[in-house]
């Protein structure tokens, strides 16, 4: 069983950063992909971004050279730095792990509000 903590997320003003941060316990070892989705109200779930165990990342479109996803696999942390966020980038984000035999586990969301 595998449980995610997220933290961070807030209100910011465009142009500003704000970090994110995600830490799996119990059966972590079960876990290759680590990402980042966002839903914004009226709006389907979309996938922001993701890092594997080896360290190969994905970004959509809309957030390339803005955001960064990195991880720690001692600690089973995914971070999501954001910069130069735009009010479109506004919605709930959530973690998501996906692992063997299926896994598949997502974080509690974290409000991200981008607004002056």
């Known amino acids: 069983q595998v449980q995610l903590v997220e933290s961070g997320g807030g209100l910011v003003q465009p142009g500003g950063s704000l970090r994110l941060s995600c830490a799996a316990s119990?059966?972590?070892?079960?876990?290759?992909?680590m990402g980042w989705y966002r839903q914004s109200p009226g709006k389907e779930r979309e996938l922001v971004t993701s890092?594997?165990?080896?360290?190969?990342?994905y970004y959509t479109a809309s957030v390339k050279g803005r955001f960064t996803i990195s991880r720690v696999n001692a600690k089973n942390t995914v971070y999501l730095q954001m910069n130069s966020l735009k009010p479109e980038d506004t919605a709930v984000y959530y973690c998501?792990?996906?692992?063997?035999?299926?896994?598949?586990?997502w974080g509690q969301g974290s409000q991200v509000t981008v607004s002056s």
């Open positions: 119990g059966s972590a070892v079960d876990i290759n992909v």
């Open positions: 998501n792990v996906r692992g063997v035999a299926g896994l598949s586990v």
């Open positions: 890092i594997t165990r080896g360290n190969y990342t």
